[in-house]
Nanobody, 122 residues
Framework: QVQLVESGGGSVQAGGSLRLSCAASRPISWYCMGWFRQAPGKEREGVAH????????YDANSVKGRFIISRDNTENTLYLQMNGLKPEDTAMYYC????????????????WGQGTQVTVSS
């Protein structure tokens, strides 16, 4: 098990930027890491994930070209740089970790943080 703590959320106007961080309690080099979000009244959806050493990333179509996922294994931290924010990006953002390979479904991630709120106003 690995404990995850997200930070960096906040309130911004449309077009603004935020950088989310996810600090892990143990070395993350063994884990695929991902970002997910859940808006009020909606199901949780995947935003992006990154393989153990960052050689492979996936971005959801809704954030492609605006969000960048990255990781620093020496600092045991996952990041999500969010640019060009839109009101529809408003959600609670969660990071998750799964040992070894990136899962095909979010339900397969075994480790989750508590989330950080992102609110984008128009």
């Amino acid at each position: 098990q690995v404990q995850l703590v997200e930070s960096g959320g906040g309130s911004v106007q449309a077009g603004g930027s935020l950088r989310l961080s996810c600090a892990a309690s143990r070395p993350i080099s063994w884990y695929c890491m991902g970002w997910f979000r859940q808006a009020p009244g909606k199901e949780r959806e995947g935003v992006a994930h990154i393989s153990r050493f960052g050689d492979s990333t996936y971005d959801a179509n809704s954030v492609k070209g605006r969000f960048i996922i990255s990781r620093d294994n020496t600092e045991n931290t996952l990041y999500l740089q969010m640019n060009g924010l839109k009101p529809e990006d408003t959600a609670m953002y969660y990071c998750a970790a799964e040992f070894s390979r990136c899962p095909g479904e979010q339900a397969q991630y075994a480790n989750w943080g508590q989330g950080t709120q992102v609110t984008v106003s128009s």
